[in-house]
Nanobody, 123 residues
Framework: QVRLVESGGDFVQLGGSLRLSCAASGNILIIHSMGWYRQTPGKQRELVATATTGGRTNYAESVKGRFTVSRDNPKNTVYLQMDSLKSEDTAVYYC?????????????????WGQGTQVTVSF
């Protein structure tokens, strides 16, 4: 199994910056894609930014030019640098991983989620 642990969520002023981190642990063979989603009350979880092992990135249109996702593959860690934060960025941010891991003597590919970290953008 794979466990994801996020950190870095905080209160931040409008226009400020924040950096989120997520570390994956377990019997990991490879993480094909890793990144971030976010969710607010009454809405479905939406993609923020993801990155493949090869470095290809995918961003939500609303965060392009403001957020940057990056990975440290040897450490199985993904980061999200958030700049020029807006009130609409307030949400619980969840780490995501599409990973292949050792499981009961075999291997399996599955999606994994962290517990989430709160980001609140205030005046």
């Amino acid at each position: 199994q794979v466990r994801l642990v996020e950190s870095g969520g905080d209160f931040v002023q409008l226009g400020g910056s924040l950096r989120l981190s997520c570390a994956a642990s377990g019997n990991i063979l490879i993480i094909h894609s890793m990144g971030w989603y976010r969710q607010t009350p009454g809405k479905q979880r939406e993609l923020v930014a993801t990155a493949t092992t090869g470095g290809r990135t995918n961003y939500a249109e609303s965060v392009k030019g403001r957020f940057t996702v990056s990975r440290d593959n040897p450490k199985n860690t993904v980061y999200l640098q958030m700049d020029s934060l807006k009130s609409e960025d307030t949400a619980v941010y969840y780490c995501y991983a599409d990973a292949v891991d050792r499981r009961s003597g075999t291997v399996a590919r599955d999606e994994y989620w962290g517990q989430g970290t709160q980001v609140t953008v205030s005046f």
